[in-house]
């Protein structure tokens, strides 16, 4: 048993089948490239993900087939700069333009899995209610033992910000004791933990003897969403919205692993 820290890490996001990335313009992958004229962007690569969001709105609008909207359209939106006189290419002010007028269904087609680790299931009650778009496989505290002599060696458990050293409670008794809440904080996690053994020696079964397990208990999950539900949840949960602590730094925390794939995200991130 012992304090954790969450972690947060990308598993897997939007990626081009071989096939649709061989079939643009018969095989010249550079039509997803930009151009490189004075009059085009240099050097401009365009993201996978940039490609299927360009294919969804453009299906919308266009009379091309989804299969061939990159490859007649990439070098028109992806090549150009942004007729608006904003940042980047033409399919950043189409994505912007997308954004702000609220058809953001055409978003949902990027997906992101993110590993999410050493969280309590405080955050996990908080983070499950955000339900559209969000698909959840969790560690099990029935068939994960949580006993100070299983294989984990004890649960894990978070520690929220304001659970500090500086906060004192007076406990009355024969000696009068100031306590400090981390240390209170830190005495219930051994209670615990001591209940929690004992109700399994004495042969309650795991899936029982969990209730006296602590909502500060961490957990581990695998999360997938669609970047649509996330600029959702990022809007509620970011730093500075009045969110608790812990579950602001898992939105920003998946925030950063989604920019560094997508960097064309981040102005919608900072926008919500």
Known sequence: MAETKMNVQLIAHTQLSENFYRSLNHGNYDVILGCFDGNHVEDYDATDGQAVALTAIRTCYS?????????KEGEKYFGSK????????DAERLFRMIVRSGHTSTLEHLTFTFAIEGVSRVLLAQLT??????SFSVQSQRYVRMGSDDKIGGFDYAVPEKVTSDKIAFECGDYGLDLSADYIFEDAMEFAQQAYDRL???GVPAEDAR???PQAAT???VMTTNLRSLLEFYSKRKPGKGAQKEIADLAEALRQEVVNVEPWTAQFFEEV
């Open 63 to 71: 009379p091309n087939k989804p299969s061939e909207i990159v490859a």
């Open 82 to 89: 942004a007729s608006d006189g904003g940042a980047g290419t």
């Open 129 to 134: 209610r955000h339900r559209v778009g969000f």
């Open 200 to 202: 399994r020696q004495s």
């Open 211 to 213: 209730a006296v397990l």
């Open 219 to 221: 957990t581990n999950l």
